[in-house]
């Protein structure tokens, strides 16, 4: 059930999201779209994404993510995700026209679709099963943590989750507010000879309503991590929110016509 989730949640996004699986061990799936207008609180930052697996042997597998984001004070946002292949994968939300566009730069296109899913990012295991899911709900990350059908297995108590808040904190110049979530698997529920705890901390800013930093661990997969730095509070260009004129518009459904490019339409 877990599996048909994540791939209904995944079709879903395929307008406005980068999709990463992991080699060589757990998979692991990012998905980033915005979730409501935030007026007021433009900024631009570079975004660092990082996964540490550690082998038995003590080998460790890193795989590094960047990107960047820009964000104006009507809440347009625009994405820069570099990749592998060289050209970087580029989208641009808006909120309030209630639509995004895909870029892409080596053919000068832009695919636009509606914004429809309100989904950060989710985690999937060393099994291909939802692990975590994050929404943004008001602007603000929320975690659902998915039920672990082979913890349950072990009876009740097999799976304890708690969670916590924590004190303020000053990260890339901001104030931020964490929050830490522990899961603890008992032993013996899943084969497992000692309890597995697995953490989650999310430091978010109350005054752009954005995740600042997420780390997750888990003995079983390793950790990951999720980093604003270099964080900007002027306004962005105004042209980073519009389709370059020398692009050609794919418009995503039915009758779908395509066009040049320019200023998205309001």
Not at 106 to 113: E, G, I, L, V
Not at 189 to 200: P, Q
Request: proline letters at 7%; one cysteine or more; aromatic letters at 4%.
């Amino acid at each position: 059930m877990r599996k048909l989730a994540v791939a209904f949640v995944l079709i879903c996004l395929v307008p406005t999201v980068y999709a990463q699986e992991g080699r060589g061990g757990g998979p692991f799936i990012r998905a980033r779209v915005e979730s409501e207008t935030v007026k007021g609180a433009p900024y631009s930052a570079e975004v660092i994404n990082q996964s540490i697996q550690t082998l038995s042997d003590g080998n460790r597998i890193v795989r590094t993510t960047t990107s960047r984001v820009y964000r104006d004070g009507e809440g347009r946002v625009r994405r820069e995700e570099d990749r592998p292949s060289g050209s970087p994968g580029i989208t641009i939300t808006d909120p309030v026209a209630g639509s995004s566009w895909v870029l892409n730069v080596d053919d000068r296109t832009a695919r636009q679709s509606p914004m429809l899913s309100r989904i950060y990012n989710a985690v999937l295991g060393q099994n291909g099963d939802m692990e975590r899911l994050t929404v943004l709900l008001n602007g603000q990350p929320s975690v659902f943590v998915a039920p672990n059908w082979t913890a349950r297995g072990g009876g009740p108590g097999a799976e304890q989750n708690a969670e916590e808040r924590l004190p303020p904190r000053v990260i890339e110049g901001l104030r931020v507010e964490g929050i830490r979530r522990t899961s603890t698997i008992a032993a013996g529920a899943i084969g497992n000879e000692r309890a597995i705890i697995v953490t989650t901390e999310e430091w978010t800013s109350p005054e752009l309503k954005a995740l600042v930093l997420s780390e997750h661990s888990d003995p079983r997969t390793g950790t990951s991590t999720y980093k604003l730095v270099n964080v900007k509070r002027a306004e962005p260009a105004a042209s980073l929110f519009q389709v370059p004129a020398d692009y050609t518009v794919q418009t995503a459904g039915p009758g779908a016509r395509g066009g040049r490019g320019g200023p998205p339409q309001r």
